[in-house]
């Protein structure tokens, strides 16, 4: 089984945008040294918690100063763009990194409605019913292969052309996104994190119903989960309380700082939001729930989503991962 991560940027409270981006390039760094096959980074719009708001740009960073971990997107919320723009992007990382780049797309905005307004030509946010022809016309521009009825077909191309075109994935936390992902005949990045479906069935119907593609002839799957890993239980739970408080808060503001989250004594009222539990604990215990996921997806990767409050002991999350389960 491969393992990969994640990469959201969080920010820490007490620190800036800028800080929580330069993290994401020193936890890239030091994951490829762990072992990791890819690294995503993810988009997000309107949040203050989050800095990663242009996946592209963070990419080329990340790319540029690693050499052998795959580096891509998950991902490119598509509603917001136009494919032709998109292609192009991912085609001039590919140019400089050949071999190396992933393009991962999905259909949600990655922000609130407001933002989704703010970032729409014209305010006038897409149809989400238009999301299978924008995928066709996107993966036609990155292969110069469009379909029959594009009119730009034999008349637009993307452009450079790189040795090697990015690998594109569709994400899913629904059933929905997956079955676009077995018609296109492409492999499946499922968010388990932020689904509340049953995730192993839908990637059960993904294989099922998959129509092999020139390019992927078999059915792929990655499930992406959250995980924290530390040398004990007890750490783990700590390091995990300041994530749940910035759940229980909505996710709005910095991640909380363990002052900040000593100082937060729970309402009458406080209830967690409804989301999957994090997978965590010691390095035993978290690999051993790491596999039993894998195997319940049948998952030929897992990507594993950090987030702390302390970057330390969010890359040494990721190190204790890889150390029970990379040879």
Not at 12 to 39: I, K, M, T
Not at 76 to 87: D, E, I, R, S
Not at 216 to 229: F, K, N
Request: glycine content about 8%; overall charge negative; aromatic content about 6%.
């Amino acid at each position: 089984m491969r393992l990969s991560v994640l990469d959201q940027s969080p920010v820490p409270s007490g620190s800036s945008g800028g800080d929580a981006l330069r993290n994401s390039v020193d936890l890239a760094r030091r994951c490829e040294g762990f072992g990791y096959h890819r690294y995503w980074v993810a988009e997000h719009h309107n949040t203050g918690g989050l800095a990663g708001s242009a996946p592209e740009i963070l990419i080329a960073h990340i790319a540029e100063a690693t050499s052998r971990i795959r580096v891509g997107s998950g991902g490119v919320m598509m509603p917001h763009y136009a494919p032709y723009k998109v292609a192009e992007s991912f085609r001039v990382l590919a140019s400089l990194h050949p071999g190396r780049i992933d393009l991962g797309v999905g259909r949600a905005p990655g922000s609130d409605q407001i933002a989704m307004i703010a970032l729409a030509a014209d305010h006038q946010p897409i149809s989400i019913e238009k999301y299978p022809a924008m995928i066709a016309e996107l993966d036609g521009f990155l292969h110069d292969d469009l379909p029959a009825t594009s009119p730009f077909r034999g008349r637009v191309t993307a452009t450079p052309a790189p040795p090697e075109a990015p690998q594109l994935w569709l994400l899913a936390s629904s059933p929905d996104s997956a079955s676009y992902a077995a018609h296109f005949g492409l492999p499946l990045a499922f968010a388990d994190f932020i689904s509340q479906s049953d995730g192993a069935a839908i990637a059960d119907r993904y294989r099922a119903h998959y129509q092999p593609s020139e390019r992927h002839p078999e059915p792929e799957i990655l499930v992406a989960a959250s995980v924290i890993c530390a040398d004990t239980h007890e750490e783990a739970e700590a390091l995990a309380a300041g994530v749940k408080l910035w759940r229980q808060r909505g996710l709005q503001g910095p991640i909380p700082s363990p002052q900040e989250v000593r100082d937060a004594a729970p309402g009458p009222l406080a209830v967690q939001p409804s989301r999957k539990p994090m997978i965590q604990g010691n390095p035993t215990t978290v690999a051993t729930n790491v596999r039993a996921m894998a195997d319940r997806y049948g998952a030929d990767e897992f990507m594993a989503v950090t987030i702390t409050w302390d970057h330390d002991a969010r890359a040494r999350s990721y190190e204790l991962l890889a150390d029970q389960l990379l040879d």
